[in-house]
């Protein structure tokens, strides 16, 4: 997939102090994305924003002939910038980052992690092919990649921080079926367990990308009711032989 990248450089004396900095601009097949914010390595930055863009689409949504609505996504190399900036769009959500769907603007705090870019980034991308996407879903795919790496032939997805939390849930027996996971909901995600249901979400899909089959699970679960996700998972997943695959992974 070919990417057309337009690369508007803020000059300082029009630069209106409304609006954070412009970075630039990333326009992918059908995503359109404005950057803004301050960072120590700007084009690093918009050359990663436009590895994410051509990777989500190239892995998960579908061709439309029409591009989305633009999304923009705010980066600060300073984590005190960045947790000023975003304690204006009211009480502080993550020290990380995170997405506001009803004003399309995400925000990632780059000095605690250039994961956090990659993760926040996903979020609309996928929104926007799949409106009704499930919160594990939409979070285990972000967080597959948070930690992950650039190739020839995009990123490859690493095992991360997040396997100590599976791995406890396999060994106190409180990890839950597949059938439960499919069932979660965004409390689920962002409660007491969201530790454990994160790293659950991430892991089953990190697993079906070593198999080469989580682009066509993504599809199927798009295409169908939440009703036949735990279905669909369990025909892609085998749930024995995924907890025997987890147990055995090192971080």
């Known amino acids: 997939m070919r990417l057309a990248i337009a690369i508007f450089l803020a000059c300082a004396a029009g630069e209106s102090r409304a609006e954070e900095p412009l970075l630039g601009t990333i326009e992918g097949q059908r995503a359109r994305v404005t950057v803004r914010g301050e960072v120590t390595k700007k084009q690093a930055a918009l050359a990663l924003v436009q590895s994410i863009v051509a990777d989500v689409e190239r892995r998960f949504t579908a061709t439309r002939d029409n591009p989305d609505a633009p999304v923009t996504i705010l980066l600060f190399s300073d984590p005190a910038r960045y947790r000023e900036v975003a304690e204006t769009t009211g009480p502080l959500i993550s020290e990380w980052g995170f997405y506001l769907p009803d004003r399309r603007l995400a925000i990632a705090n780059l000095g605690a992690s250039i994961g956090n ?101 993504y599809a199927e679960l798009r295409a169908n009711k939440p009703s036949k996700h735990g279905e669909i998972l369990a025909r892609y997943i085998d749930e024995q032989a995924f907890r025997a695959w987890a147990r055995k992974l090192r971080y």
Do not use: C
């Not at 059938?179 to 454990?196: F, P, R």
């Open 117 to 217: 870019l990659r993760h926040e980034l996903v979020h609309p991308l996928l929104g926007d092919d799949y409106p009704d996407i499930p919160a594990w879903l939409n979070e285990g795919i972000a967080s597959l990649y948070g930690s992950a790496t650039p190739g020839k032939h995009g990123f490859s997805f690493l095992v991360n921080y997040r396997l100590r939390d599976l791995q406890h849930a396999l060994a106190s027996n409180t990890l839950p079926t597949l059938a439960a996971l499919a069932k979660t909901t965004s409390a689920d995600l962002h409660g007491d367990d969201a530790m454990m249901y994160y790293a659950y979400a991430r892991y089953v899909l990190l697993y079906a990308d070593r198999k080469g089959t989580l682009r066509e699970l």
